[in-house]
């Protein structure tokens, strides 16, 4: 059934409106470093996971940077993970190994398979000790199991539609997007340990 909503043009163009709006947030809030005005300074991206449709829409990465102090300021997303090349939904949508899903999404967007072995990785080891999820798991009641990352924290969200529930879980993680460097606000700001590609 996600292979439907990864080949639907207006799922990610929603995606689209919502990272404007995390955008429009991050400008209001101005420089976090030094409250000076944001500019408009939107970076080239090259994803893989959209189709052929949105591609123009989803080449840029929106992002300011501080007109006194210069330093960037990359709001969240729902549409990137980091500096993946892959897109965040396609990351959301990873499955065991050998399920049908996970076939179905390898062939969909030709990922190798040791591209889908080192996210799973990421998932069960890199992601359970990130400051976000260490701050937001208690959230969940019952636990969200380890092993069943990351469709046992898609299923907590609840949604009539798959896609609702996709884009709930995207709005979760956006803050994963973008975790600033503690003490150097000038570089990019990447998180830490988001494996690329
Ligand atoms: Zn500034």
Known sequence: MCHVVLQDPAFFRFLCRIDEELACATRLGRCPGCGGPLH??????????????????????????C?????????????????????????????PAGSSLSQGLCELFSIPARTLKRWRRWWREDFPSTPFWQSVRERFMPPVETEQLPQGLLERFEAGARANRLVQALRFMAPLSTT???GNPKVAAYPQRMPIA
């Open 40 to 65: 408009v300074a939107d970076y080239p991206r090259k994803p893989r996971g959209c189709p052929a449709a949105v591609r123009e829409e989803y080449s840029w990465r929106l992002s300011f940077t």
């Open 180 to 182: 600033p460097r503690p």
């Open 67 to 95: 007109g006194r102090c210069n330093a960037r300021a990359t709001p969240p997303s729902v549409r990137f993970a980091g500096r993946r090349v892959y897109l965040a939904v396609v990351l959301m949508l990873v499955s």
